[in-house]
């Protein structure tokens, strides 16, 4: 989030949208979506392209493999597994960095990284949860929408 | 008879300068009721002022503290308009010193990950802008354009880690790359360890990278270290613009006159194809 400065560091706001996709969405809904948030990402940022829908990928094939045998879903564990989801994306940035490149690891790289992680771990929760919500108001609208239309036939 | 009795008693007693008899007496039993009656209607108006009187006071200070609030806003869109003013009009001299087409463009956004340093503008190639072409201030070199649609474009910035400028250093005319290195700085990278650099030395662009016109400003050098080893000294330079309050920039649109030999026999060798 640009010239607010508060918000200098924070961490990117599509990382809980993917990860709430890989826990409560299925593959072929979560996949178009995660394609095309990426890509879209690639176009803005100066990184190289592909980067972004690789992390995308990679952060929700992570989610779907956990949640195999851990139960993430508990809002309890919700703001670790966003932290976990920021902290793996900036390894992922910063490995192409280095690798891509021939560039050196920033100097506030501990900062920025402890910064995006704090903010994870206190808000990260609050977009789950509230994507949860949204998702399940927009399927009941949906549904009774569905049942006036069979009713009136 | 009577007529005449009044006016003779009337100026007599006009004369003697006494103007009744008995006026003590009359003054002292009518004073109190006059007293209190006068009492009673300040009361009156009193209660009238400061009780219900106030409440089109309180109306009138809700509109007023409304006006002050526009007019607040007002002032604040007035100061906006100076110094946005001033820094189209140091752009605009700018401009008039630079003998090239030139395109003045908004920043609109900037790059949405801390670790890579670019902005969104809003000139594209319907303003006639091109890849690769140089993003300019009056304060020194930005960037350069790498990605463009009809109406936007993407500028990597000078501080950016991908991005190279070549560069030498006014005073000793020693010559090397700009690179973008890390919190805000940049380096300035394959000058050879014979070269006099010091701290406070300008760095300007030499132009033989075919991008970015002769003389600009790049920034000034921070840090020298020249290590026992290697042919190369270390030198860090903190560029003259400030990447944090990008507003409004520049962008040259025909390439400088000095393209190196190569460029030219590059760009012919496109053309027959």
């Known amino acids: ?153 | 008879m009577l007529f005449a009795f009044c006016v003779i008693g009337l100026s007599l007693s006009g004369k003697r300068g006494r103007t009744s008899y008995g006026s003590g007496a009359a003054i002292y039993f009518v004073a109190p009721f006059q007293k209190g009656f006068t009492h009673s209607i300040r009361f009156v108006k009193n209660l009238w002022r400061h009780y219900f009187f106030l409440a089109s006071v309180a109306k009138t200070n809700d509109a007023l503290k409304r006006e002050l609030s526009h007019a607040t806003e007002r002032v604040n869109q007035c100061n906006e308009t100076e110094l946005s003013n001033a820094r189209l009009r140091s752009l605009l001299n700018f401009r008039e010193t630079i003998n090239r087409q030139v395109v003045a463009a908004e920043v609109i956004s900037k790059d949405p990950s801390p670790w890579f340093k670019s902005i969104l503008i809003d000139k594209g190639s319907s303003d006639g802008l091109k890849k690769s072409v140089p993003v300019v201030i009056p304060e020194g070199v930005v960037g350069l354009v790498t990605d463009i649609s009809t109406h936007y474009s993407k500028v990597l910035l000078l501080v950016d880690q991908n991005s190279a400028v070549d560069a030498l250093v006014q005073r000793t005319r020693a010559r090397g790359i700009i690179k973008g290195g890390t919190a805000g700085r940049c380096l300035f990278k394959y000058v050879l360890r014979k070269h006099d650099i010091v701290e406070s030395d300008i760095v300007v662009s030499s132009g033989l990278d075919g991008v970015f016109p002769k003389g600009l400003r790049v920034g000034t050098v921070s840090n020298v270290t020249r290590r026992n080893s290697g042919i190369f000294q270390e030198v860090t330079v903190i560029p003259y613009v400030d990447f944090e309050k990008l507003e409004e920039v520049l962008v040259i649109l025909n390439l400088p006159r000095y393209a190196p030999a190569y460029y030219d026999h590059f760009k012919s060798g496109v053309s027959e194809r």
């Open chain 1, 1 to 153: 989030m640009p010239c607010l400065l508060l918000f200098d560091s924070f961490y990117d706001l599509l990382v809980p949208l993917v990860l709430y996709l890989g826990i409560f969405r299925p593959v072929s809904e979560s996949v178009v979506v995660i394609l095309f948030i990426g890509f879209v990402m690639d176009n803005l940022s100066a990184g190289p392209f592909g980067l972004y829908v690789a992390i995308y990928l990679w952060l929700f094939i992570g989610t779907k493999w956990i949640v195999t045998f851990l139960h993430v879903a508990n809002h309890f564990l919700l703001p670790l597994v966003v932290a976990l989801g920021v902290l793996l994306k900036n390894l992922i940035v910063l490995g192409a960095l280095v690798m891509l490149t021939d560039s050196r690891f920033p100097d506030d790289l501990a900062a920025t990284v402890g910064k995006q992680t704090l903010w994870a771990v206190f808000t990260g929760a609050f977009f789950l949860i509230s994507f949860e919500h949204v998702q399940k108001r927009w399927e009941n609208r949906i549904g009774k929408l569905f049942v006036k239309k069979n009713g009136d036939s």
